[in-house]
C-alpha cells in the first residue's frame, strides 16, 4: 500500500516526539489504543494557566498512519485551548494526510487521543 | 452459521484441537471441489459453497480469539466495532512498557525472554477468557469480549518479538 507523502514526511521527520511527566498538573494525558492492529498512542498536552495548550508531545507504536497522525495533531493542537483541540475530527486528519479507508481508524485513534488527554486535564482539576 | 456444528464440536471456548485438525481433514476430502468433476453445475456451485465454510470455520475455530468471539456472537453478544479504541489506561501502560522493552531489546537472549514472557501473559489470558466464556452470564460474556480485545494487543506484539527475532537472528 501506497502511503502519501505527508504520512511519509510525519513518519520519518516525526515532530514533538517524547513525553513529560504525567503527574504535572499543567500536562494532561492521553491513552488509547487500537484492538484491531494492536496500535498503542500516548499524547500529552502541557496546559498553561489561562487553558492554551503549549506544548504536545506523542509517542506512538503502531504502523505509519498511526505515527503520522498522531504527529499531525501535536502541531495541530498547539495555541488552541482544550475545548477547541477536542474539536479536531479524524476526518479532518484523515484528509490532511490522504488516508486510505483502511488506515481511517489511525486517525480515529488520534482524536480519541485528544478526547483522553483533555479528559485527563479536566479531571485533574476538578478538585 | 454455527462453525462448531459444521465441525460436530461442543460450542465451548476449550476445544480440542486435534479433532478440530481431523474433523477439517475429513470434511475437506468430503467437500474438496476437485471431487465433483462429473458432478452438475448446480452441485458444484453447492459443494463450492460448502468448501469454503469449511475453510472459514477452521480458521475461525482454530484461533482463540476468533473462536471467542465467534462464540461471543453465537450467544448474541455485541462485539465492539474495530474502530472502537481502548480506553483501559493502566492496560495500555503496561502495552507501552512492552513495546519499549521490544525497542531496546537487542540481543536473542533479551528477545527470547520477551517471547516467554510474552507467551505467558497470553495463557493467561486465554484461561481467563475460557473462565468467563463458561460462565456464560451477561456480564460475564461482555467482560469476555473486554479481555478478547486486550488478547489481540498481546498477540500483535508477539508477532512483532518473532520478526525482531528473525531480523536480529539473520545479522548474527
Known amino acids: 500500500m501506497a502511503y502519501s507523502q505527508k504520512v511519509i514526511d510525519h513518519y520519518e521527520n516525526p515532530r514533538n516526539v517524547g513525553g513529560f511527566d504525567k503527574d504535572d498538573p499543567s500536562i494532561a494525558t492521553g491513552m488509547v489504543g487500537a484492538p484491531a492492529c494492536g496500535d498503542v498512542m500516548k499524547l500529552q498536552l502541557k496546559v498553561g494557566a489561562n487553558g492554551i495548550i503549549e506544548d504536545a508531545k506523542f509517542k506512538t507504536y503502531g504502523c505509519g498512519s498511526a505515527i503520522a497522525s498522531s504527529s499531525l495533531v501535536t502541531e495541530w493542537v498547539k495555541g ?5 483541540a477536542t474539536l479536531i475530527k479524524n476526518t479532518d486528519i484523515a484528509e490532511e494526510l490522504a488516508l486510505p479507508p483502511v488506515k481511517i481508524h489511525c486517525s ?5 487521543a485528544i478526547k483522553a488527554a483533555v479528559a485527563d486535564y479536566k479531571k485533574k482539576h476538578s478538585s | 452459521m454455527n462453525y462448531f456444528e459444521l465441525y460436530n464440536l461442543p460450542a465451548q471456548f476449550e476445544i480440542d484441537l486435534d479433532k478440530l485438525k481431523q474433523h477439517y481433514q475429513t470434511l475437506q476430502k468430503l467437500t474438496h471441489p476437485d471431487k465433483f468433476a462429473s458432478a452438475s453445475e448446480q452441485q458444484k456451485r453447492m459443494y463450492l459453497t460448502k468448501n469454503s465454510q469449511v475453510n472459514d470455520a477452521y480458521s475461525v475455530l482454530r484461533m482463540p480469539v476468533a473462536r471467542g468471539e465467534h462464540l461471543l456472537e453465537l450467544r448474541g453478544i455485541e462485539l465492539a466495532n474495530e474502530q472502537d479504541t481502548v480506553g483501559d489506561v493502566g492496560f495500555l501502560m503496561e502495552q507501552m ?11 536473542i537472549k533479551v528477545l527470547e525472554q520477551l517471547v516467554a514472557d510474552n507467551h505467558k501473559t497470553i495463557q493467561k489470558q486465554e484461561y481467563e477468557i475460557a473462565q468467563l466464556l463458561l460462565k456464560n452470564t451477561e456480564s460475564d460474556n461482555h467482560e469476555a469480549a473486554q479481555e478478547l480485545r486486550k488478547m489481540k494487543f498481546m498477540i500483535k506484539l508477539a508477532s512483532e518479538i518473532d520478526s525482531k527475532l ?5 545479522v548474527s
Open chain 1, 108 to 112: 480515529i485513534l488520534a482524536e480519541d
Open chain 1, 80 to 84: 488552541k485551548s482544550i475545548d477547541e
Open chain 2, 97 to 107: 512498557e512492552w513495546r519499549e522493552a521490544l525497542e531496546d531489546a537487542d540481543s
Open chain 2, 166 to 170: 528473525e531480523r536480529i537472528s539473520d
